[in-house]
């Protein structure tokens, strides 16, 4: 008998390994939650140096300040020297610009001359004479400040200025008043161009308000059909009534058809002017302004053609003899004159004053050394930042030794019972309560209770210093925390006693947390504004504070003050001022983390 094998086996159905599949898986996941992180980590970056760029950006021409040199007359029988507040020594200023320009004779060009000075330039005199009192009845060499327009003008933050020098020969007609410069090539053909494309822009946009005029035309006789419509049905006081309005309406579409015709007028002549091949063609006050650097005198393009520009000598020239090629300059001033606040005869005298060297940009020196002011080139910081040191002086005073005292009670003494869970709930409520509700409690105990001086330091102090205390209680409790049980029982195990074990032993190694917390509460008091304004502290103070109860203000709130100016200057003082707040805090900050590292102990 032969034993006979199957050729058949057995199936087994197994399941595809899906094991490398889930670590796959579990990569791409890992992958992407890193991905989503680093990308996060770039966007916070990138707004932080696109803020900080931004604040860099607008408050670095504040460090700097532009000054004229003028030679100023101390006349002996103007000036007393035991009097110098009854001497008008602004007016000595001035003569002296009237002196450098003894072209400008009107009125109104004096007075847009002394314009340039700033309105401290009298307080720098005087200082002047106090220094020195041998200068009265001589005349000496003076540095005082521009305006705060002027020197926005010379930082180039009112127009772009381009200069450049035409290859070509240019004759002038005279050396003053109204004159005409020939060329000897069609050198001015550019700025021609530019005349012709600023003249087509203007004509496109008096068109287009052309028509919205056309377009209100056609819904007033709309109105005036449905009036009519109306009318018809109408009898007594209402016919009347829309028989009136029909009138109105009427009247006003007449208007504005010949308000629409004149401006087509006005944007065809333009056109015209725009279109044309050649010729001479006026500038405007809406364009661009020209002016000619030649022969030591300055001139204003009235009209321009190819070879010859036609204008007034602004600045007088000293000769009328031809200038070559790289010996007169093209100034032009991209904003029109109707788009800034200097205007071109003030601009050429501020050019001239810069070209031979009376004016200089130097450090802006009042900035750390004066309080506020209206004028921008007058205030400085100085005020605010001793009124901070001032207010947080009272702020640390206070909450420091309450705030550790209170922790250290709480969390080394106190019985753990239903009072002492009520007062912990509260100290991390009131650390997270709007800083304003300390304003609003220091308005109304400490200024209308206890009558304590308004916009003071030792008010804005005390305000602080509540809004302090919690934050430096809970870093205190967590340092002391912190401290292994293992060093108390030591101490009490060789008979220290309880305040011998907090004092000796355990203070002194939470101390490095304490002080953290301490630095980064009084950091955010450094940066608080709306407690402040609560108490008063939002007022103009002029005067830098001598004492806790002077009146006084701070960084964060004298940055609120200039933001809210008008003045264009002080938006520059008010990133400035910004800059110098963040230094501050990043120190304090980085000081935290020193102290940290320095007296950190690890077990």
Do not use: C
Not at 351 to 361: A, F, P, T, V, W
Not at 436 to 461: D, E, K, Q, Y
Request: glycine letters at 6%.
């Amino acid at each position: 008998m032969t034993d006979a094998t199957s050729d058949t086996g057995s199936v087994v159905n197994r399941k595809p390994d899906l094991s490398a599949k889930r670590v796959r898986r579990r990569y791409a996941a890992e992958a992407r939650f890193q991905a989503y992180g680093l990308i996060a980590i770039f966007i916070a970056v990138a707004v932080l140096a696109s803020l900080i760029g931004s604040i860099v950006s607008q408050g670095l021409p504040a460090f700097t300040q532009h000054k004229v040199t003028i030679e100023v007359e101390f006349p002996a029988d103007e000036i007393d020297p035991d009097n110098l507040r009854a001497a008008n020594f602004q007016a000595m200023a001035r003569r002296a610009l009237y002196e450098r320009f003894p072209s400008v004779t009107a009125r109104r060009d004096k007075r847009e001359l002394a314009d340039i000075l700033s309105g401290g330039a009298d307080v720098t005199l005087k200082e002047f004479v106090e220094a020195d009192p041998s200068v009265i009845g001589t005349r000496q060499q003076v540095t005082v400040s521009v305006s705060d327009s002027m020197d926005t003008f010379l930082k180039g933050q009112m127009t772009d200025i381009d200069e450049y020098q035409p290859k070509a020969e240019l004759s002038p007609t005279g050396a003053e008043g109204e004159l005409s410069l020939l060329a000897s090539g069609n050198v001015f053909a550019d700025i021609l161009a530019d005349v012709k494309q600023t003249l087509e822009a203007q004509s496109d946009k008096i068109g287009q308000t052309a028509n919205r005029e056309r377009r209100g035309i056609t819904v007033l006789e709309n109105d005036v059909k449905a009036l009519r419509a109306r009318a018809a049905n109408a009898v007594g006081a209402e016919r009347e009534n829309l028989e009136g309005r029909i009138k109105s309406l009427e009247s006003s579409i007449n208007s504005r058809i010949r308000k629409a015709a004149n401006l087509d007028k006005e944007a065809a002549a333009l056109f015209d002017a725009a279109r044309s091949g050649g010729g001479t063609l006026d500038l405007t006050e809406a364009m661009p302004s020209i002016l000619i650097e030649i022969n030591g005198g300055i001139v204003k393009a009235l009209r321009v053609s190819n070879e010859t520009i036609e204008g007034e000598a602004f600045v007088p020239l000293d000769s009328d003899t031809p200038a070559q090629a790289g010996e007169w300059t093209v100034v032009k001033l991209v904003t029109p004159e109707t788009g800034r606040q200097i205007k071109d005869r003030t601009a050429t005298w501020l050019l001239e004053l810069q070209k031979d060297g009376s004016i200089e940009s130097t450090f802006a020196d009042v900035l750390f050394s004066k309080g506020d002011s209206r004028a921008p080139e007058q205030a400085g910081i100085w005020g605010a930042v001793v009124g901070s040191f001032l207010t947080l002086t009272i702020t640390l005073l206070l909450s420091f030794p309450i705030a550790v005292l209170a922790a250290i009670y709480l969390e080394e003494f106190a019985p753990q019972n239903r009072i002492t869970d009520l007062i912990e709930v509260n100290i991390n409520n009131l650390a997270a309560v709007p800083s304003i509700v300390f304003g609003l409690l220091g308005l109304a105990m400490f200024l209308n209770f206890f009558g304590l001086p308004r916009s003071a330091p030792l008010v804005g102090g005390m305000v602080l210093a509540l809004m302090t205390l919690p934050t430096i209680i809970i870093a205190t409790r967590a340092a002391l925390k912190a401290v292994p049980p293992s060093i108390r029982e030591a101490a009490l195990g060789v008979g220290a006693s309880k305040v011998q074990v907090i004092t000796h032993h355990v203070l002194p190694l939470a101390m490095p947390g304490i002080l953290t917390g301490t630095i980064i509460g009084m950091a955010q008091a450094l940066g608080e504004t709306a407690p402040l304004l609560m108490i008063g502290m939002v007022a103009f103070i002029v005067d830098v504070p001598g004492g806790f109860t002077d009146p006084a203000t701070v960084l964060p709130v004298q940055i609120y003050i200039w933001a809210d100016s008008p003045e264009r200057a002080f938006v520059a003082k008010t990133s400035a001022a910004i800059m110098v707040l963040l230094t501050f805090l990043v120190l304090m900050n980085a000081l935290a983390v020193l102290l940290r590292r320095r007296f950190e102990r690890r077990w």
